[in-house]
């Protein structure tokens, strides 16, 4: 079955970096891509990003560009999203989940979400 | 505030049909992209619930149903039961944004 595991929670001050993983099994990996939401305490759902574990190609929502990376593993079937300059409005729940590999379509399997905390 | 729109709260009783809505433009669901759902527990992770306007993954009874029109889509659920209480979301694509965009999400209350 399709698994996606990520990293644990993280305590970081403002300015500061987080790299989240998400270790995936149960499926080919290269066949597919993975998208990265957030969601704020109270709040709905965020798109962050994608990347093509087949192309390596991202896109991310305009008001992460320049500040997120994403990046793939395949020796390890993990994906990463790393979110820099962070401020206490990125204080939220990151998820990774399974999404197409050639485009943004749905995302049909999802992490158990790591919390991220900005705090000084 | 979230490029799709969906009513923040829904309820009905237990057997009752209740419909969420997920308002778009012509830059996501009106130039014809598709609409996905998902739901979420309290404390969870989103689960997949609708992909591609209407298709159930497995395991999704066909209690739940969805359609799209024009820059609109729906989420139907039938015979509410008390586990259908959670969180609803929209999702789709955005031409004009080259992003994933979801909708605020709708929560539901089974009474």
């Known amino acids: 079955q399709v698994v996606l595991l990520q990293s644990g929670a993280e305590v970081k001050k403002p300015g500061a970096s987080v790299k989240v993983s998400c270790k995936a099994s149960?499926?080919?990996?290269?066949?597919?891509?993975f998208s990265w939401v957030r969601q704020a305490p109270g709040q709905g759902l965020e798109w962050v990003g994608w990347?093509?574990?087949?192309?390596?190609?991202?896109r991310s929502a305009q008001k992460f560009q320049g500040r997120v990376a994403m990046t793939t593993d395949t020796s390890t079937n993990t994906a990463y999203m790393e979110l820099r300059r962070l401020r206490s409005d990125d204080t939220a729940v990151y998820y990774c989940?399974?999404?197409?590999?050639?485009?943004?379509?749905?995302?049909?399997?999802w992490g158990q979400g790591t919390l991220v905390t900005v705090s000084s | 505030q979230s490029v799709l729109t969906q009513p923040p709260s829904v309820s009905g009783a237990p057997g009752q049909t209740v419909t969420i809505s997920c308002t778009g433009s012509g830059s996501n669901i009106g130039a014809g992209h598709d609409v996905h759902w998902y739901h979420q527990l309290p404390g969870t992770a989103p689960k997949l619930l609708i992909f591609g306007n209407n298709h159930r993954p497995s395991g999704v009874p066909d209690r739940f149903s969805a359609s799209k029109s024009g820059t609109s889509a729906s989420l139907a659920i039938a015979g509410l039961l008390p586990e259908d209480e959670a969180d609803y979301y929209c999702q789709s694509y955005d031409s004009s944004l080259s992003s994933s965009i979801f909708g605020g999400g709708t929560k539901l209350t089974v009474l």
């Open positions: 989940a399974r999404d197409d590999r050639s485009a943004l379509v749905y995302m049909d399997y």
């Open positions: 990347i093509s574990v087949y192309s390596d190609e991202t």
């Open positions: 149960g499926y080919t990996f290269t066949h597919y891509g």
